[in-house]
């Protein structure tokens, strides 16, 4: 939703491409090796939040919300809903960025630059909670990765999980203590159901160890990186 105009020339439209590199600066999207872009796991903690307290709010208090957050009457914010087509979506992403920014200790973009910051969000693939040291699967990839790897070590992650977060900060240590000639792939626990079902995992984190397309040892919850490699070990000494 755009804010109200001020009094004097008016201004140059915001540049999108110069918004989100600056919501890349600080750390509310990322960008994958492929050039997929990605909401980040600290953007959508906040997404999160907000999405609980915006999406089933009545729709007079919705709009009461609106008309609070940008100094509107409430018929204002009627019009401005109806004609501009303000999403919830739209609207919890606005005040996402806002708070993004403040945890951080950023400035914070003005009302017209967070509202074309909400409108590139909501068009960003959805966060993963798949680390950035390790290359992510899905469903759709697992057959031709297992194909392509007689050894591998698959770790189960899953957003705003505690253990998950504690083996992440030791990830570096982790890959590290593991064999080379093991290939290492992540998945986002809660939308790899195939391989759940498969691999009969049901907790995260996770870390299963696959043989010729069969687990052959898994753990579930936080392991260090030294029982990792011992776990890893154990499930190919037989080489």
Do not use: Q
């Not at 990830?171 to 992540?186: F, H, K, M, W």
Request: charged letters at 35%; proline letters at 8%.
């Amino acid at each position: 939703m755009a804010a109200d105009p001020t009094p004097g020339p008016p201004a140059d439209p915001p540049d999108p491409e110069t918004l989100l590199d600056r919501l890349i600066e600080v750390g509310a999207v990322r960008e994958e090796r492929d050039g997929t872009l990605r909401i980040t796991p600290a953007l959508d903690d906040i997404l999160d939040l907000y999405e609980r307290s915006y999406a089933d709010l009545p729709e007079r208090e919705f709009v009461e919300a609106v008309a609070d957050a940008f100094g509107l009457e409430y018929s204002e914010a009627v019009r401005r809903i109806d004609e501009e087509g303000v999403t919830r979506e739209e609207f919890v992403a606005y005040l996402s960025v806002r708070a993004h920014f403040e945890d951080e200790g950023e400035p914070v973009p003005d009302p017209v630059e967070r509202a074309t910051m909400a409108s590139l969000v909501v068009e960003i693939a959805p966060a993963t909670p798949v680390p950035r040291a390790m290359p992510e699967i899905g469903d759709d990839d697992l057959e031709e990765f297992c194909s392509a790897n007689s050894e591998a070590v698959v770790f189960v992650w899953k957003l705003r999980c505690d253990p998950c977060d504690r083996m992440k900060a030791e990830i570096d240590e982790t890959l590290a203590a593991l064999p080379d000639r093991v290939a290492v792939a992540g998945v986002d626990g809660e939308s790899v159901r195939e391989f759940r079902d498969r691999f009969d995992v049901s907790a995260a984190p996770a870390v299963v160890c696959v043989r010729d397309g069969e687990a052959v040892a898994a753990e579930s919850g936080y392991r260090s990186p030294a029982a990792v490699a011992d776990l890893v070990a154990g499930a190919f000494d037989d080489d």
